[in-house]
């Protein structure tokens, strides 16, 4: 990773990018796993070189399967709280108090070999909760999981962090799960950061212009607006048009002249994976 | 019936230091190992026959070792019990072999690494979970001896405080170099079957071509290869034995040496293993 500044504020963060982008290295860093050759950085007001007492305070849900199959759920999390620094009591009662949060019941006297996709998920969840961190870290939360589990994990991520004191930080392919959680958003490409800010100023677009969305030919409704002297470009799947005066008839006249149907005119307002392909395929025009 | 959300309390205790987390890993470990039966008959059995070895040993002295004087020396044939070796390696590959090689399988070290513990805490811990076991072979039998010899009135204190000193310092030589190696060969393969077969290859792969090559070709130098002979070596020179074939201060910078190049590779190895991967 290099040319990394990024101050990140309390709550849920989305971190995203293609594969090679960071993320991993990002995240090994936030868990003081690896130091970082130049720079620095403080997590939680702490130096990330600080190791032990950092992590003291960040519950990490690993992406891969990482779950000892001998062992029941509530020994799993009971010991894993042990290992936190609990002491064995309170890390018994956590750890019914945790599974219980996350939905694993009469199952947690089961064997985690026997446990189903979700019900893993939902236990790697458990043990990054049990000793009450203030920082999680979630790497692909809902990986492998049915649409149903995926939407239970997602409630579970939501509900931590609109809790009050704790903080997420969510890596994830999945960009529409980052969308809807976070509420500021890192963007890394090939171990650069390409955008970081707040969720909803980077998806609003441009306040000079409008986003129309249609169903007929793009192409020839741009060159009628452009033939009548608006500044137009097709973008995804509609089309972007600076905003001066007369804009809105233009382009009703253009769709009843050409047939077409105007589905959206309003302000651009673009999802997370409009704006992270737009700006990988920018950094990837800009690097080649 | 009312349905509220799920939630949970906030801890308000706080967090314990390394010491219990690491105590939590052995603690943790040794249940595990003995609820799983291979462990438990490895640990039984060659306890239960090492120890009988030196009880019959000390009752029946002049019988089973005649001529053998009942001075320090004689302690020397109760460690010189092959049922020792080949207990000690038994117990190091079918407990040492997967304290990492499960972990690594199953990657249950990202769950450890991700905690407040160092790469060396989870190291000590592991090691932890295997000293005192292989100890129940290595030194229990060798201290007992002594101890009944000196309720049997057959050894005078001071020969019996030597002897259990010996014996301590002689066992913890030979447990934390099996502990030493089989943690090294459980943490560079995901497989516990690879690591176990390697414990045997170490000891008996080394000491059986070792003795043949020395008989054949009167090279007795070829005995500092073995393990077993470096070990025998050394508890000759300790319990005041006649010399074998190899000195005792090769054989004990050898028994050494790979100890401590052991758990260092391994520390060194486990540094490199990536817990968050991507």
Not at chain 2, 50 to 72: C, E, K, M, N, Y
Not at chain 2, 127 to 153: E, K, Q, R, Y
Not at chain 2, 202 to 215: C, D, H, M, N, Y
Not at chain 2, 268 to 278: D, F, P, T
Request: proline share 5%; with cysteine.
């Amino acid at each position: 990773m290099d040319d990394l500044s990024v101050a990140i504020p309390e709550g849920a963060i989305g971190l995203v990018g293609p594969n090679g982008a960071g993320k991993t290295t990002f995240l090994r860093l936030l868990l003081s796993l690896v130091r970082p050759t130049s720079g620095t950085a403080r997590v939680l007001g702490r130096d990330i070189q600080d190791g032990v007492p950092l992590r003291e305070r960040i519950g990490y849900m690993p992406e891969h399967d990482c779950l000892i199959p001998d062992m029941t759920g509530v020994g799993l999390v009971t010991y894993m709280g042990r290992v936190s620094g609990l002491d064995t009591n309170t890390s018994m009662s956590r750890a019914h108090d945790v599974l219980q949060f996350v939905g694993v019941e009469e199952e947690r006297y089961r064997k985690i070999a026997e446990y189903s996709a979700g019900m893993k998920q939902k236990v790697k969840l458990a043990q990054a909760m049990v000793h009450d961190p203030e920082l999680y870290i979630f790497d692909e939360p809902t990986t492998g999981l049915d649409p149903r589990g995926r939407s239970e994990m997602l409630d579970l991520v939501r509900l931590i962090s609109n809790s009050p004191g704790r903080n997420v930080i969510l890596s994830s392919h999945i960009l529409p799960d980052v969308e809807t959680i976070c509420k500021y958003v890192i963007i890394l490409d090939g171990g650069h950061q390409i955008a970081a800010g707040d969720m909803s100023r980077l998806l609003s677009g441009a306040t000079d212009r409008l986003r129309i969305d249609i169903r007929g030919d793009p192409e020839a409704f741009v060159r009628r607006l452009s033939e009548a002297g608006f500044e137009t470009e097709v973008s995804g799947p509609g089309l972007r048009i600076t905003r001066q005066p007369g804009v809105e008839g233009a382009v009703f006249q253009v769709a009843k002249a050409l047939g077409a149907e105007v589905r959206y005119m309003g302000a651009e307002v673009r999802s997370l994976e409009e704006l992270f392909l737009d700006l990988v395929a920018r950094t990837d025009a800009g690097g080649g | 019936m009312s349905i509220s959300l799920p939630t949970y309390t906030r801890r308000d205790m706080p967090l314990l230091g390394r010491g219990h987390r690491i105590r939590a890993i052995i603690t943790s470990g040794l249940r595990r190992e003995f609820k799983r039966p291979a462990a438990i008959v490895t640990v039984g059995v060659g306890t239960l026959i090492t120890t009988a070895w030196s009880i019959i040993s000390v009752f029946f002295a002049p019988f089973l070792l005649p001529g053998q004087p009942l001075d320090l020396s004689f302690f020397y044939t109760m460690a010189a019990n092959p049922a020792i070796l080949f207990f000690v390696t038994l117990m190091a590959s079918v407990i040492g072999s997967g304290l990492i090689a499960d972990d690594l399988d199953t990657m249950a070290l990202s769950l450890y690494l991700s905690r407040p513990i160092t790469h060396r805490d989870y190291l000590i811990a592991k090691a932890a979970i295997l000293v005192p076991l292989i100890s129940m072979v290595a030194i229990f039998p060798l201290v007992l001896t002594p101890f009944l010899a000196a309720l049997l009135g057959r050894f005078s204190w001071v020969i019996v405080l030597q002897a259990i000193g010996l014996s301590l310092v002689i066992g913890l030589l030979l447990t934390a170099f099996y502990a030493s190696v089989s943690l090294f060969l459980s943490s560079i393969t995901r497989r516990k079957s690879y690591a176990a077969a390697g414990v045997f290859a170490v000891t008996f792969g080394l000491t059986i071509p070792a003795e043949i090559l020395s008989l054949a070709t009167r090279n007795q130098s070829l005995l500092y290869l073995s393990p077993w002979e470096d070990f025998l070596a050394v508890a000759r020179a300790a319990f005041g034995a006649s010399a074998g074939p190899i000195d005792w201060p090769g054989a004990l910078a050898i028994l050494l040496g790979v100890t401590v190049l052991a758990s260092l590779a391994t520390y060194i190895r486990m540094r490199a293993v990536e817990v968050v991967s991507g």
